[in-house]
């Protein structure tokens, strides 16, 4: 054979796999990376650029591990729907996807509570625990499902506070006929003790504070409560909030959309959700100190819940928890499951945990830090 026809041959051969390997080979990656884009309703403004800011990492996140094809358009409540109606929003698809809270939703279903926050549950640490390897994520989503919702985690504010008050709590007598704006779950709770829980926008709390027209509020914690000034109007600050030792915010996406997405696109989404639920527990625990060294140094007067208070409180919480189980299913298989493990977790907290910690704070009394 001709030495130079072969080559010539072979190379016209090989140029021609080449070109039959790329027809083939383009369309496969042009299904798998289509382009996408969606919108999501947050229940949060922008002025809490923390809470808020949840929803643009995970978008930033997905966008640049998808080239750009995958995009999510983040509005903030109010911009499309109102902050309380984001999780109907995606359930409709209406959006694709919600960053809200389950416990706003706790009116229609108890069991909404559960994946977000409940009375003396679990810290932001045990609660991750149980989300991502207890099992709380699949419980969780068994009962979204019947909403046409698919949710992840997607941050978490850690232990909040008690709140503000306009006078010292001292006994369970000062909270009888207290108007406390505090939501959902722990209203229902309070109110075993005589106080009269309030609903208010966020907008509201402030000038009810300031004409007297409630005596107390709950928000979230110092970085986000020093915006709002409640300090001015109410400054007695307690600690803590006992209903809210690590409130899970989720991303809620409709299921049909959820499903119709390619697996690689799925992998990515969850690992954006998860690294957005991170980096929000660890930037309120980086901006929550300087918050309340300012807040004391303004009027902030720190106040602990006494264990009188405390004891109450948990008792009632108790009583709810088998009353709802009683009568609710949904509720009851969630609930027992993170029950279970709030056993095993606090074992373990004071072991090596507690006693790192209680040591290192009597440094920082010291002033040996």
Not at 215 to 238: I, N
């Amino acid at each position: 054979m001709d030495r130079r026809s072969f080559i010539r041959k072979a190379g016209t051969t090989g140029v021609g796999a080449v070109a039959a390997g790329a027809a083939l080979a383009t369309p496969a990656i042009a299904q798998s990376s289509p382009k996408i884009t969606w919108r999501l309703a947050s229940s949060f403004p922008k002025s809490l650029e923390t809470v808020y800011g949840g929803g643009e990492v995970m978008a930033k996140m997905l966008s640049e591990a998808t080239d750009g094809n995958f995009q999510i358009q983040v509005f903030a409540a109010g911009e499309l729907v109102p902050g309380l109606q984001a999780a109907d929003a995606a359930s409709t698809g209406t959006v694709e996807v919600a960053h809200t809270v389950g416990y706003y939703y706790w009116g229609k279903d108890p069991a909404w509570a559960l994946g977000s926050d409940v009375p003396f549950s679990l810290n932001a640490r045990g609660r991750n625990a149980w989300h991502y390897h207890g099992g709380g994520i699949e419980l969780y989503n068994e009962f979204l499902a019947k909403q046409n919702l698919f949710g992840l985690p997607g941050g978490n504010t850690g232990t909040q506070m008690g709140g503000w008050f306009r006078k010292e709590i001292n006994t369970l007598d000062d909270l009888k006929g207290l108007k406390m704006r505090i939501a959902g779950f722990a209203g229902a709770v309070v109110e075993k003790l005589g106080v009269v829980p309030q609903q208010l926008a966020g907008g509201d709390v402030y000038p009810s504070l300031e004409k007297g027209t409630i005596d107390a509020a709950e928000w979230v914690g110092p970085y986000d409560d020093e915006k709002l000034g409640f300090h001015k109007v109410a400054p007695y600050y307690y600690y803590a909030g006992w209903w809210e030792g690590g409130p899970t915010v989720h991303f809620m996406f409709n299921k049909d959309k959820y499903e119709e997405l390619p697996a690689a696109y799925k992998a990515m989404l969850h690992t954006a959700c998860r690294a957005a639920d991170a980096d929000m527990l660890q930037r309120y625990d980086y901006l929550n100190p300087k918050a309340l060294r300012s807040l004391v140094a303004n009027g902030a007067q720190l106040r602990p819940f006494n264990q009188e208070i405390l004891s109450a409180c948990f008792d009632a919480a108790s009583e709810i928890y088998t009353e709802m189980s009683a009568k609710n299913e949904e509720f009851r298989k969630i609930w027992d499951s993170m029950a279970a493990f709030r056993k095993d977790h606090y074992l373990w907290a004071q072991v090596a945990e507690y006693n790192f910690d209680t040591f290192m704070m009597v440094q920082q009394r010291a002033n040996k830090l």
